[in-house]
């Protein structure tokens, strides 16, 4: 499985023995900016059977750089709680016996944001929440879609 590909909950929870106890965007983790950076993902994982975690990843002591006076997004995360109530910060880069029960919490960076939030120099493209004053209203609301806000209708619907 890799942070970069968005895999859904079932094929996640059909290929390896995990639980996917929670999978959602990382709220506020986009850098600022006059076109903000992209919000990071969050997953908790449980285990179902004794495993070896491996962890390659980035972006968790140096959060990812802003561009043209935009804010830096947030840095990444990766933690394992275990059954027993220890909580141990993984850090970027490694291999950890887990047992099931045990629980890995990954949190990706989120995107550097670009430009001086404000500034209000216009550049292609529109903010994320869809405000640019050229742009009609019925186009400014956002359709909640794909694979996270699908996860998350069905989480919510009970």
């Given at each position: 499985?890799?942070?970069?590909?968005?895999?859904?909950?079932?094929?996640?929870?059909?290929?390896?023995?995990?639980?996917?106890?929670?999978?959602?965007?990382?709220?506020?983790?986009?850098?600022?900016?006059?076109?903000?950076?992209?919000?990071?993902?969050?997953?908790?994982?449980?285990?179902?059977?004794?495993?070896?975690?491996?962890?390659?990843?980035?972006?968790?002591?140096?959060?990812?750089?802003?561009?043209?006076?935009?804010?830096?997004?947030?840095?990444?995360?990766?933690?394992?709680?275990?059954?027993?109530?220890?909580?141990?910060?993984?850090?970027?880069?490694?291999?950890?016996?887990?047992?099931?029960?045990?629980?890995?919490?990954?949190?990706?960076?989120?995107?550097?944001?670009?430009?001086?939030?404000?500034?209000?120099e216009k550049t292609r493209g529109t903010t994320?929440?869809?405000?640019?004053?050229?742009?009609?209203?019925?186009?400014?609301?956002?359709?909640?879609?794909?694979?996270?806000?699908?996860?998350?209708?069905?989480?919510?619907?009970?």
């Open positions: 499985m890799t942070n970069t590909r968005i895999t859904d909950p079932e094929i996640i929870e059909q290929r390896y023995p995990v639980l996917v106890d929670h999978f959602s965007l990382r709220a506020e983790s986009g850098g600022t900016g006059l076109h903000p950076g992209g919000d990071g993902l969050v997953r908790r994982l449980r285990f179902r059977r004794p495993l070896t975690l491996c962890c390659l990843t980035e972006r968790r002591s140096t959060a990812p750089y802003g561009a043209e006076g935009g804010g830096c997004g947030a840095k990444g995360r990766n933690v394992l709680e275990r059954c027993n109530g220890q909580v141990i910060n993984l850090g970027a880069k490694c291999a950890v016996k887990v047992q099931p029960g045990d629980v890995f919490l990954l949190e990706t960076p989120g995107g550097g944001g670009w430009g001086h939030p404000d500034s209000g994320r929440d869809n405000t640019s004053d050229d742009m009609p209203a019925k186009l400014r609301r956002v359709e909640v879609r794909g694979s996270v806000a699908e996860y998350t209708r069905n989480q919510e619907s009970g």
